[in-house]
């Protein structure tokens, strides 16, 4: 059983900062990607940032430039590094894992900004 633990998300003003991490625990023998997903309220759920296992990074073009996707293999754990928030990042994040079989997803942590 595959369980994926968000933490740090917020209501921040616009201009500031938050880091998102997401710990996965149970039986993963391999992880090829790990990534954050968002879902505005209305809207697609839309991919943030992903990294691969070599360590190869993807933004979303709304993103680029304001944040930085990390990982920590040995403690199964991604991060997100969010800076200049705006109030369109206002939405619920997902962690998301692709390994070998099914993908996983986290429950989502609420991130709020405030004009």
């Known amino acids: 059983q595959v369980q994926l633990e968000e933490s740090g998300g917020g209501l921040v003003q616009a201009g500031g900062s938050l880091r998102l991490s997401c710990a996965a625990s149970g039986s993963i023998p391999s992880i090829d990607v790990m990534g954050w997903y968002r879902q505005a309220p209305g809207k697609q759920r839309e991919l943030v940032a992903a990294?691969?296992?070599?360590?190869?990074?993807n933004y979303a073009d709304s993103v680029k430039g304001r944040s930085t996707i990390s990982r920590d293999n040995a403690k199964k754990t991604v991060y997100l590094q969010m800076n200049s928030l705006k109030p369109e990042d206002t939405a619920v994040y997902y962690c998301?894992?692709?390994?070998?079989?099914?993908?996983?997803w986290g429950q989502g942590t609420q991130v709020t900004v405030s004009s």
């Open positions: 998301h894992l692709k390994v070998p079989g099914p993908d996983y």
């Open positions: 990294i691969n296992s070599g360590g190869s990074t």
